[in-house]
């Protein structure tokens, strides 16, 4: 079967974020199936952008066929990312004929976090009589109404809106990362017997590697660390307002007198503020390291006590979330602390952890103090459930098999 996954931030192990449809098409070729991802040249979440010639690249990685538009780069969430958003979703469907090219899909997958590729989509289903297949990483526009602030009324978002009703109405099937979110999604236009939820897995061949060395930055600021005895919480992730990292900052103070140190490893739009309020009120037992290869994550998460997640409190999450992080955390085989109200909790459902209300320092910092009165091995026994939990349930293999019955 032909196979074709539109996404606008695709990557892979070579160029970064984000992952699920690099290892969705891998497992799909294992199983004899062609598969064609067509992503834009630009995404600020990917750590290497692909080289391109014109405006249409393509490239094989893997045995998987990807299709590269050329985009505008842009910096932050202005102006330029949305021209950079609509000239992918032109070149999309001005370049719908090559893109295809002797490959007419079985399957047509929208898969870009908002959803105006949805309307090309629909077109190259229409003609080549496919599948057409919605996949929703987050509720577009919600997000950028509950955690952005814009206005429900903004014509941006108005347009977003009714892309996604589009969407609903006229896909085969739409497949969510978010568990709980088939309600709002009904309320939008879809049929109830079209939703399925595929939450993001993990390709465990990766975790059973030899660990990538750190850079000798990271490891030797962790050394060091540990040679003063110093408990240490991590995060590994994007710095941005979703990630609630404000509160481990606040967390911080409450626990300056111990001997717990967060580390927090990575880039964002927040990465800047959060180091000047740390040298603003002198909190020293929080360190910023600058992001790593995906490569090393395994080895940088395994020279840490405890990880750390954290969300904002907004009503959005009541339809669920599925980070990607969280599963890195969990085969990590480390004590989790987990600072959320979302509609689903792995830490709290495989007991791989502490759970505590978000965007609130007394809560981390007690969820902290409790961790550091337990045993090695008994946080290291927590640490495995999650471990275990994730291998059990949410490897990309059975995942892709599901998405195919799916389609």
Same mark, same amino acid.
């Given at each position: 079967m032909n196979i074709l996954l539109i996404n606008h931030y695709a990557g892979s192990t070579r160029y970064g974020m984000e992952y699920r449809p690099f290892y969705m098409a891998k497992e799909w070729v294992k199983l004899g199936h062609q598969v064609t991802i067509v992503g834009g040249s630009y995404s600020h979440v990917r750590t290497q952008q692909p080289e391109i010639v014109g405006n249409v690249t393509e490239e094989n990685v893997e045995g998987i066929r990807y299709v590269w538009l050329k985009t505008p780069k842009y910096f932050g969430n202005g102006t330029r990312r949305a021209l950079n958003m609509f000239c992918f979703v032109f070149r999309l469907w001005w370049h719908r004929k090559r893109i295809v090219g002797g490959f007419p899909p079985a399957a047509v997958i929208a898969s870009s976090t908002y959803p105006l590729d949805i309307y090309p989509a629909y077109r190259i289903a229409e003609k080549f009589k496919s599948r057409l297949l919605f996949e929703v990483h987050d509720l577009w526009p919600l997000t950028p109404v509950q955690v952005g602030g814009m206005s429900p009324r903004n014509p941006f978002v108005m347009l977003m809106q009714r892309a996604e009703n589009f969407a609903y109405r006229k896909s085969d099937r739409v497949v969510s990362m978010l568990p709980n979110a088939r309600e709002y999604m009904c309320e939008h236009g879809l049929a109830e017997e079209k939703f399925i939820h595929i939450p993001n897995g993990i390709n465990?061949?990766?975790? !059973? !590697?030899? &660990?990538? /060395? @750190? /850079? $000798?930055? %990271?490891? !030797?600021? @962790?050394?060091? +660390?540990?040679?003063?005895g110093r408990f240490i919480i991590g995060y590994v992730g994007g710095h941005q307002p979703s990630n609630s990292l404000g509160t481990v900052l606040e967390a911080a103070k409450l626990l300056r007198h111990s001997p717990a140190?967060?580390? +927090?490893v990575g880039q964002g739009s927040e990465k800047e503020r959060l180091q000047r %309020?740390?040298? !603003?009120?002198?909190?020293?037992?929080?360190?910023?390291? /600058? &992001?790593? /290869?995906?490569?090393c994550v395994p080895a940088v998460l395994a020279a840490m006590d405890v990880l750390f997640l954290g969300w904002k409190k907004i009503p959005l999450y009541r339809y669920g979330v599925s980070p990607n992080k969280l599963l890195d955390y969990m085969m990590a085989a480390k004590p989790v602390i987990h600072a959320t109200d979302a509609a689903n909790d792995l830490v709290t459902e495989s007991r791989c952890g502490i759970s505590c209300h978000p965007e609130d320092p007394h809560a981390v910092s007690s969820a902290v103090r409790q961790l550091m009165?337990?045993?090695? $091995?008994?946080r290291n026994s927590m640490g495995q459930r999650g471990r275990e939990y994730v291998i059990q349930h949410l490897q990309y293999g059975d995942l892709a098999r599901r998405f195919l019955e799916a389609v």
């Amino acid at each position: 079967m032909n196979i074709l996954l539109i996404n606008h931030y695709a990557g892979s192990t070579r160029y970064g974020m984000e992952y699920r449809p690099f290892y969705m098409a891998k497992e799909w070729v294992k199983l004899g199936h062609q598969v064609t991802i067509v992503g834009g040249s630009y995404s600020h979440v990917r750590t290497q952008q692909p080289e391109i010639v014109g405006n249409v690249t393509e490239e094989n990685v893997e045995g998987i066929r990807y299709v590269w538009l050329k985009t505008p780069k842009y910096f932050g969430n202005g102006t330029r990312r949305a021209l950079n958003m609509f000239c992918f979703v032109f070149r999309l469907w001005w370049h719908r004929k090559r893109i295809v090219g002797g490959f007419p899909p079985a399957a047509v997958i929208a898969s870009s976090t908002y959803p105006l590729d949805i309307y090309p989509a629909y077109r190259i289903a229409e003609k080549f009589k496919s599948r057409l297949l919605f996949e929703v990483h987050d509720l577009w526009p919600l997000t950028p109404v509950q955690v952005g602030g814009m206005s429900p009324r903004n014509p941006f978002v108005m347009l977003m809106q009714r892309a996604e009703n589009f969407a609903y109405r006229k896909s085969d099937r739409v497949v969510s990362m978010l568990p709980n979110a088939r309600e709002y999604m009904c309320e939008h236009g879809l049929a109830e017997e079209k939703f399925i939820h595929i939450p993001n897995g993990i390709n465990l061949s990766e975790w !059973e !590697e030899t &660990p990538t /060395p @750190l /850079p $000798p930055q %990271h490891a !030797e600021c @962790l050394q060091s +660390l540990r040679n003063d005895g110093r408990f240490i919480i991590g995060y590994v992730g994007g710095h941005q307002p979703s990630n609630s990292l404000g509160t481990v900052l606040e967390a911080a103070k409450l626990l300056r007198h111990s001997p717990a140190t967060f580390v +927090l490893v990575g880039q964002g739009s927040e990465k800047e503020r959060l180091q000047r %309020h740390a040298a !603003e009120y002198n909190v020293d037992n929080v360190v910023f390291l /600058p &992001p790593i /290869p995906k490569a090393c994550v395994p080895a940088v998460l395994a020279a840490m006590d405890v990880l750390f997640l954290g969300w904002k409190k907004i009503p959005l999450y009541r339809y669920g979330v599925s980070p990607n992080k969280l599963l890195d955390y969990m085969m990590a085989a480390k004590p989790v602390i987990h600072a959320t109200d979302a509609a689903n909790d792995l830490v709290t459902e495989s007991r791989c952890g502490i759970s505590c209300h978000p965007e609130d320092p007394h809560a981390v910092s007690s969820a902290v103090r409790q961790l550091m009165k337990f045993s090695a $091995p008994d946080r290291n026994s927590m640490g495995q459930r999650g471990r275990e939990y994730v291998i059990q349930h949410l490897q990309y293999g059975d995942l892709a098999r599901r998405f195919l019955e799916a389609v």
